[in-house]
């Protein structure tokens, strides 16, 4: 697919809270992100609408990139466990099996929650909290967004017509 649009190093510029990452894909040493959707924010440096826009079909490149931790917090014992004493509030973190899994099998038609793009000396990271449990991280050089058309304002964007 061609895109009308490619920036660089402009997550900064997203809003990917409850947008859905279809599949993840490496190329070299590439990992590609195709998203349902994404929101461009009017920060982004070719939105030049004013308002924040959903775009389609979009990708997120991240080059020569690592993964850091890919997990899934599995609270099955936990459930089963708290059953039997009648238990009404659980910590994930502290209850939870932690369970490595894999991110081309497990990052499938997934909601993001919370991401978070770091550069720590030079180091640049990016952290995604998904639902299901799942938590990703990686590492990477730079970052590419690809997306075509911006025709619709964003879920949080007043429509003042």
């Not at 991240?62 to 993964?67: E, I, K, R, T």
């Not at 910590?91 to 099996?97: G, H, M, S, Y």
Request: net charge negative; charged share 30%.
């Amino acid at each position: 697919m061609e895109y009308k649009y490619i920036s660089q190093d402009t997550l900064g510029h997203l809003y990917l809270h409850d947008c859905i990452i279809n599949r993840v894909e490496q190329v070299g040493s590439s990992l590609i992100f195709y998203f349902e959707w994404i929101n461009v924010l009017k920060t982004h440096p070719f939105n030049k609408t004013g308002k924040s826009k959903i775009t389609r079909k979009s990708l997120l490149v991240f080059d020569n990139a690592s993964v850091i931790f890919c997990k899934y917090y599995d609270m099955v014992r936990a459930y089963a466990k708290g059953e039997k004493t009648d238990k009404k509030i659980y910590r994930v973190e502290e209850e939870a099996d932690i369970v490595d899994v894999d991110l081309f099998e497990f990052c499938r038609n997934i909601e993001i929650l919370d991401d978070k793009e770091e550069n720590i000396d030079g180091e640049k990271t990016w952290y995604c909290l998904c639902t299901k449990d799942f938590q990703l991280k990686i590492k990477y050089s730079c970052s590419y967004v690809h997306f075509n058309g911006l025709e619709e304002n964003a879920w949080f964007e007043r429509d003042d017509s």
